[in-house]
């Protein structure tokens, strides 16, 4: 069965630079969602999106933007990067309405800041 | 806003036994779902089993079950026959009836000896 496609696996920025995340969802889930984790913390949500709206807002940073377009994939923009922003950055896919039943995540990108 | 605890950062057990981790959680919403989810090495989330707050009956899938306490706020997962192919970092997860976003508590690194 198709999963969560994640685009890099991984990438290394330097300080002050700008990277940009992929997400495609499992074909036919209109909403995804985009967690941070750092090394050896719980995942944190940042933000989802249902059909091109943002649905939900959690603790993401300014410097970071994200939009949904109409294939319903997901990028995940970060600027002016940080040290601190090094981490395992997860998508999430779900159809709307059925989100109790639970995500499905991607593989994740591996993000270092150098 | 909901807290996820986990009050045990390491669970090491014997291949074959049975093993319960812990989770408490905080919340003044009725409508909610929790979740655990396991990570391996490999980084995956990968969805173990779920609980509606609405649902008096625990779920079970396979080897795995939940003892759901509602009025004591606890979500404990036990997993029978352990194996160990068992071995990850299991999260427990809150997410609220109206929000998108999981809150995760810290997790419980699992252990299986041969």
């Known amino acids: 069965a198709a999963g969560v496609i994640q685009s890099p696996r991984h990438l290394i920025k330097e300080k002050r630079e700008t990277a940009t995340l992929k997400c495609y969802p499992i074909p036919r889930h209109d909403t995804v969602y985009w967690y941070q984790q750092g090394p050896g913390q719980d995942p944190q949500f940042l933000i989802s999106?249902?059909?091109?709206?943002?649905?939900d807002k959690g603790s993401i940073p300014d410097r970071f933007s994200a939009q949904q377009f109409s294939d319903y994939h997901s990028e995940l923009n970060m600027s002016s990067l940080e040290l601190g922003d090094s981490a395992l950055y997860f998508c999430?896919?779900?159809?709307?309405?059925?989100?109790?039943?639970?995500?499905?995540f991607g593989s994740g990108t591996r993000l270092t800041v150098v | 806003a909901q807290t996820v605890t986990q009050s045990q950062p390491e669970m090491s057990v014997q291949e074959a036994e049975t093993v319960t981790l812990s989770c408490t959680y905080d919340?003044?919403?009725?409508?909610?779902?929790l979740f655990w989810y396991k990570q391996p090495p490999s980084r995956q989330m990968i969805l173990v089993i779920r609980q509606e707050a609405y649902k008096q009956q625990n779920a079970t899938e396979n080897r795995f079950s939940v003892n759901f306490q509602k009025a004591a706020k606890s979500f404990s997962l036990k997993i029978s026959d352990s194996q160990l192919g068992d071995a990850a970092m299991y999260f427990c997860a809150y997410r609220g009836g109206g929000a998108d976003g999981l809150t995760f508590g810290k997790g419980t690194h699992l252990i299986i000896q041969p």
């Open positions: 999430a896919s779900s159809s709307q309405g059925k989100a109790h039943y639970g995500y499905t």
């Open positions: 999106f249902y059909e091109k709206m943002q649905s």
């Open positions: 919340t003044s919403e009725s409508d909610y779902y």
